[in-house]
């Protein structure tokens, strides 16, 4: 079964940048990858942020991202996928997932998830 591993979450003020990277344990093939983000709270739904798709390399932004976020895969390994935030913001504060194979911001829709690293933005 495919397993995802993410990287890069961390403390930082408002207006700094972290990179997120996510990629297969085994380097298997996924045909899309995407990030999602779960505010702390109980009862907060994952969001959906940024979506790629591997053969074409297109990317979808959520609204709440758009211009502030970039979502890569490593050109010589496409295995390699990133999210560049930069801006952030307070409200950027999650836990970030990456997820694969899905075609759409609805998390139901993903089989296959990584464990989550955590993103901190303070004011």
């Known amino acids: 079964q495919v397993q995802l591993v993410e990287f890069g979450g961390g403390s930082v003020q408002a207006g700094g940048s972290l990179r997120l990277s996510c990629s297969t344990t085994?380097?298997?093939?996924?045909?899309?990858r995407a990030w999602f983000r779960q505010a702390p709270g109980t009862g907060s739904e994952r969001e959906g942020v940024a979506r790629i798709y591997r053969d074409n390399g297109a990317t979808f932004y959520a609204d709440s991202v758009k211009g502030r976020f970039t979502i890569s895969q490593d050109n010589a390994n496409k295995d390699m996928v990133y999210l560049q935030m930069n801006s952030l913001k307070p409200d950027d504060t999650a836990i970030y997932y990456c997820a694969a194979d899905g075609n759409s911001w609805r998390p139901q829709d993903y089989p296959v998830w990584g464990q989550g690293t955590q993103v901190t933005v303070s004011s």
């Open positions: 085994d380097n298997t093939y996924t045909y899309s």
